[in-house]
């Protein structure tokens, strides 16, 4: 069995490392995070692996996890090129250089060129790793982008493919696109949640109340997305062209503007605007007419600075 190491074990690398375990893909080798003991708990938490204080401490490996911070990913991989130069790291039971891979979703494989010796490749999972126990049940099924060299990925797609993930291939110049597009479909959605609670929260309405009444339909919204496409998911009143609608919403989350105390905090307002300017060719492909839309478009802009 191939031997990983990982350096910085934190919900991704602790989800993954857990997973290949338990399924016999890797013998989980050293870990190393910011602090012992956070590579300790990560060790609890994956029931393998030993913790190292630093990268020079680790133990050879078939395979290395690069899953820090996406700004440290070439300092870490310097570091490790040292390593491997210093303590010949690279000579595994294999006798074949080793897999360096990062799961960054925005940057090539050649973020861990310092490591010159490895194969080296980068797998980024479509996934939230909000919570490593939920993400070991729900990761299962995700997609993977894999990029870089043809053996690292070939082994990488095993692997996934192991704990049930499906695998794609991407070259350099589509990962930050790539990327960008699953940053506005997951986080940016989770900014747009939490905008929505600000505004029930406005209208007097808590948090627990709110969203127990926004799951059904954003549950049923997210699925009409996925099943028929947004051309037809999209309702409410910028499809149907409610310009009276729209602006008394717009009047009411600018009297929510001016009473706010932090003047760098992005209004209500504002964000209503700009999403609902951008909605516009949307809704023109559902039907909107060219007028309302054209009118939509100015009042979505007349206040903007």
Avoid at 94 to 109: D, E, I, M, N, Y
Avoid at 192 to 204: E, N, P, R, V, Y
Avoid at 210 to 215: G, M, Q, S, T, Y
Wanted: glycine share 6%; proline share 5%; hydrophobic share 45%.
């Amino acid at each position: 069995m191939l031997t990983l190491n990982i350096i910085g074990a934190g919900k991704l690398g602790r989800t993954l490392a857990r997973l290949w375990s338990e399924r016999g893909v890797f013998r989980i080798g050293s870990i190393c995070n910011r602090s012992l003991a956070s590579a300790a708990e990560a060790t609890a938490f994956i029931g393998a692996g030993t913790a190292s204080a630093d990268i020079p401490s680790m133990g050879p490996a078939d395979c290395w996890l690069v899953a820090v911070a996406d700004d440290a990913i070439e300092a870490t991989a310097a570091a490790l090129a040292a390593h491997f130069q210093s303590h010949c790291a690279h000579q595994t039971a294999t006798h074949s250089a080793p897999v360096v891979f990062h799961c960054s979703g925005a940057l090539p494989a050649s973020a861990l060129s310092a490591c010159s010796s490895a194969a080296l490749a980068s797998a980024h999972p479509v996934h939230s790793f909000a919570e490593p126990l939920r993400s070991l049940d729900d990761l299962p099924g995700s997609v993977v982008a894999l990029e870089g060299d043809a053996t690292a990925r070939a082994l990488l797609n095993n692997a996934f493919t192991a704990v049930d993930c499906t695998c794609i291939t991407l070259s350099p110049e589509q990962k930050v696109l790539y990327h960008t597009g699953s940053v506005m479909a997951c986080n940016y959605l989770t900014v747009l949640m939490d905008l929505s609670l600000q505004t029930f929260a406005a209208a007097g309405i808590d948090g627990r109340t709110a969203r127990k009444l926004l799951a059904p339909i954003v549950m049923q919204t997210a699925k009409n997305n996925f099943d028929l496409g947004p051309q037809k998911a999209l309702t409410g009143p910028l499809a149907r062209g409610d310009i009276r609608t729209v602006t008394r919403q717009l009047e009411a989350l600018s009297a929510l503007a001016g009473a706010e105390q932090d003047p760098a905090h992005p209004s209500l307002a504002m964000v209503y605007r700009t999403l609902g300017d951008a909605g516009l060719p949307l809704a023109r492909q559902t039907g909107l007419d060219a007028t309302s839309a054209q009118k939509l478009h100015i009042l979505f802009n007349e206040q903007k600075p």
